[in-house]
């Protein structure tokens, strides 16, 4: 798996103030977005595309317009559903799939209990969207779901990882045929006994959404 760890001031400055248990949920939820319009510009760095001949006021051009078939974005409900706003702002024509994964917060496994996905995902690019990579459970789960029903390139976008998730992911995919990418805003120190980040910003699904 490549790892993309942003460095960027205004990256961290944002990460900050989501991570501080001060912050009002109004305030969390347009921070998050604002971070993963951020993350997003990296994370499809290498989106595809065609030629595309257009004619400017003065000349005709060929530029380049996104591929079809179109990048499929999947949020990982439902934390993940936080950051779908900020992601659809900079790629509008995305696709929009969702794959619904809870942890057993005993095992710490995740467990599948909903999916709106196209069947056949041949061809296509996808980005996972999902705050936080904790153990990297969910992640894994989520990228063989989209790899065996076709998918070819798989980006994993989240604010915060643990270094134990990162190691995690990357072993367990080991095996996998196609390229994962993971772009993130920050990594930190470790994961608690519960299964926490480190310091983390807590849980990311409470503080969008309120403890339900
Ligand atoms: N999920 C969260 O929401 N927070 C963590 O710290 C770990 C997993």
New binding site residues.
């Given amino acids: 798996m490549r790892v993309h760890i942003a460095d960027h001031q205004l990256i961290s400055h944002k990460l900050t103030y989501l991570r501080d248990k001060r912050t009002d949920s109004p305030t969390f939820r347009r921070l998050a977005e604002e971070l993963v319009t951020l993350l997003a510009y990296e994370a499809t760095r290498d989106v595809r595309v065609e030629p595309f001949a257009i004619e400017t006021p003065v000349a005709p051009t060929t530029g380049i317009k996104l591929a079809n078939p179109k990048p499929l974005v999947v949020p990982i409900l439902r ?1 993940g559903l936080g950051m779908l706003e900020g992601m659809m702002r900079l790629l509008p024509s995305a696709e929009v799939g969702f794959l619904g994964m809870m ?1 057993n917060e005993e095992t710490l496994e995740a467990i599948t209990y909903a999916n709106r996905l196209p069947e056949d995902l041949s061809g296509r690019q996808c980005y996972i969207l999902d ?2 990579l ?2 990297g459970g969910t992640l894994v789960d989520a990228i063989r779901y989209l790899a065996d029903r076709g998918a070819d390139d798989i980006t994993a976008i989240t604010l ?1 990882a ?1 270094p134990e998730g990162i190691v995690h992911v990357t072993d367990a995919l080991k095996d996998l045929k196609v390229p994962v990418q993971l772009v993130t805003g920050a990594v930190d120190e470790r ?2 006994d519960r ?4 310091p ?8 969008l959404y309120g403890v339900v």
């Fill in positions: 934390a942890r705050p936080m904790a153990t915060l643990a994961l608690n299964g926490y980040i480190v983390g910003l807590g849980d990311a699904g409470d503080r």
